[in-house]
């Protein structure tokens, strides 16, 4: 297999296991938010309601999983999402024993990056 097809490949693998983590958090604080509340920082309830927030970050959650799904910005969104996942662990690191999965889902969205940011400078 070519380098530039084996890049392809684990790109479209990369993005679509990232894109089914957010699609699947974004839907289902929508649908159930009483089971996600609990994973918004406290500080966020001193800006903006936690119930307002969620359903912002689920609908960010949702676009972050379109936009990678289908290679839309994918350096730019990549990065994102490592973002995103870093604060996340971050914001909750006290529940690290639920959300340590998500530290494999960061290091997939670094990969992304690094392949991306190869894909993004022609090499």
């Known amino acids: 297999m070519k380098e530039q097809n084996k ?3 684990i790109s479209f693998l990369l993005r679509a296991g990232l894109a089914i983590a957010f699609f699947y958090a974004g839907i289902s604080s929508f649908l159930n938010p009483t089971n996600w509340i609990g994973f918004v920082p406290n500080f966020i309830g001193l800006i903006i309601s936690k119930e307002i927030f969620l359903m912002i970050f689920s609908g960010y959650q949702i676009l972050l999983g379109i936009g990678l799904l289908f290679d839309y910005k ?3 969104l ?3 999402s490592s973002a995103t996942l870093f604060l996340i662990l971050f914001g909750n690191i006290m ?3 639920l959300l340590f999965r ?3 889902i960061l290091f997939m969205a670094l990969a992304l ?3 991306s940011y190869k894909k993004r400078k022609g090499k």
């Open 102 to 104: 998500d530290i494999a």
């Open 74 to 76: 994918t350096f730019t």
């Open 78 to 80: 990549s990065i994102l």
């Open 113 to 115: 990056t690094a392949l």
């Open 7 to 9: 890049d392809i490949l």
């Open 95 to 97: 529940n690290l024993g």
